[in-house]
T-cell receptor
Framework: DQQVKQNSPSLSVQEGRISILNCDYT??????FLWYKKYPAEGPTFLIS?????DKNEDGRFTVFLNKSAKHLSLHIVPSQPGDSAVYFC??????????????FGKGTRLSVIA | NAGVTQTPKFQVLKTGQSMTLQCAQD?????MSWYRQDPGMGLRLIHY???????DQGEVPNGYNVSRSTTEDFPLRLLSAAPSQTSVYFC?????????????FGPGTRLTVL
């Protein structure tokens, strides 16, 4: 059973417009969410994160929104640039007494930004 | 710092062969993990370690062994390779299991099992 779902395998956006990548989760114990970016032939790199005590976190052109009641988060990229073309993974973790659980990843969304 | 290094970058095996994928980090990170990435499947956790001498299973551990004798190294062993193990393998590390510590990934090993 997939706990972190990215239902859009791909997304194509024009340069300068907004890119919105979506992620849904089923485990209500998740309390920390991350986005990773991956270029071909490279390992994923951390992009931005959000704790469940917040509903928004912003870092430059990247903003992550969290809707806990809907178990949904989204990554907004404004304005989109050709260099943003990559696969984006949503990941989640839960905090227990022994520490955070290992990250659970979604299947990824391939973003193509067209010049 | 070299960060997280993985060797080899590419490997082709025949069914039944064994091999070890190497992973090393020079950041004195306690937490290390192995993931596999398959088309349409995202990243799935194979094994992880919270420190030297401590390992645990992830989501897809069957067919793989790990050990953690030093803080720096976390090798992944395929005991008897199967075509289903054809994948890209990523090693990752972070300072601790605290989620606020960024997890760094290696460049990956692309494995093909014939």
């Amino acid at each position: 059973d997939q706990q972190v779902k990215q239902n859009s395998p791909s997304l194509s956006v024009q340069e300068g417009r907004i890119s919105i990548l979506n992620c849904d989760y089923t485990n209500s114990m998740f309390d920390y969410f991350l986005w990773y970016k991956k270029y071909p032939a490279e390992g994923p790199t951390f992009l931005i994160s959000i704790s469940s005590i917040k509903d928004k976190n912003e870092d430059g052109r990247f903003t992550v929104f969290l809707n806990k009641s809907a178990k949904h988060l989204s990554l907004h990229i404004v304005p989109s640039q050709p260099g943003d073309s990559a696969v984006y993974f949503c990941a989640a973790s839960a905090l227990y007494n022994s520490g955070n659980t290992p990250l659970v990843f979604g299947k990824g969304t391939r973003l193509s930004v067209i010049a | 710092n070299a960060g997280v290094t993985q060797t080899p970058k590419f490997q082709v095996l025949k069914t039944g062969q064994s091999m070890t994928l190497q992973c090393a980090q020079d950041m004195n990170h306690e937490y290390m993990s192995w993931y596999r990435q398959d088309p349409g499947m995202g990243l799935r956790l194979i094994h992880y370690s919270v420190g030297a001498g401590i390992t645990d299973q992830g989501e897809v551990p069957n067919g793989y062994n790990v050990s953690r004798s030093t803080t720096e190294d976390f090798p992944l062993r395929l005991l008897s390779a199967a075509p289903s193990q054809t994948s890209v393998y990523f090693c990752a590390s972070s300072y601790s299991t605290d989620i606020n510590n960024e997890q760094f990934f290696g460049p990956g090993t692309r494995l093909t099992v014939l």
